[in-house]
């Protein structure tokens, strides 16, 4: 076993350390000169003794040239080979699409035994993603329930919930322009936004109520609601995409994590906010009720 272990890390080396790039630790491999054992010779004199005179390898063991698998390995009872391969500059999806528009282009004759499936991240980004699908959309079911509950009302939670795609146009910009990919972190993004940018349109609607409630006409109460709460709802705007700035600002370790999440909140942020104003308004003048006569 020691002469084993000798021979493996003279040949195919070691881990020694890490070396750390980022969030990204990279091994350190140490091994011999491969100019030494550049020939099968070269590997009958290798030493397998640090004493004098030294012993060599051609003393215990028989060397000879045969064709084998380096290792075997099994995934579900079938026999399998691995190609591993880093992507950098451009995003998993787009890189697992082109080796799939690459491969049905091939002129492979496959044998009935043989197949191939991508694996590794790409495998865990397509069961995350419907995870995350299916997050977002119980997060804005939740949303819904509670403010049916709150208004007592089935009504204006829905006219409200318009304020969560007008969030998204902004993401969508943010993402292209920035040249960012939709990624897992993005997802929770848009998870957090989704809780987020309701607030403006609750604080909006919840005041034109208010102001109906009063006797003032549907038209007159929505002018007088959009003056009133701009002020607080820019303000809340304000701060919570200046309290992200730093996330989005950081270069420090997982700072590539972090980013397009912050990002994320910050675009949508803003444009839900923005288009708020506009557009939820218009929406409660066309389905937002008569006046009580």
Known sequence: SEVAQLVKDEVQGNIATEFSRGAENIGVRVRADQRRLSSLIDLKNLPITSGFPSTTLS????????????????????????????????DLGSAARDID??????????????????GGQQQELE??????????????????????????????????????????????????WLGLSVSIVVFIGGIVLAGIIVNAAIIL?????????????????????????????LMTTLTTILGLLPMVLSTGEGAEMRRPMAITVMAGLASGTLLTLFIIPVVYKSFGGRDKA
């Open 101 to 118: 528009e690459r491969m049905a282009t091939l002129a492979l004759a496959w044998p009935p035994e043989y197949d191939y499936n991508l």
């Open 59 to 90: 003393a215990a063991a028989t060397l000879h040239v045969q064709d084998g698998p380096s290792e075997i390995r099994r995934i579900d009872q079938r026999q399998v080979v691995l190609i591993t391969a880093n992507v950098e500059g451009r």
């Open 205 to 233: 609607v919840d005041y034109i109520n208010q102001l109906r409630a009063r006797g003032l006409p549907k038209t007159e109460a929505i002018v007088e609601a959009c003056g009133v709460r701009f002020r607080p709802i």
């Open 127 to 176: 069961s995350s993603s419907g995870s995350m699908i299916f997050a977002l959309l119980l997060a804005v079911f939740l949303i819904y329930v509670v403010m049916a509950c709150q208004f007592e009302s089935i009504y204006h939670p829905a006219l409200i919930m318009f304020s969560v795609p007008l969030a998204f146009v902004g993401v969508v910009y943010a993402l292209d």
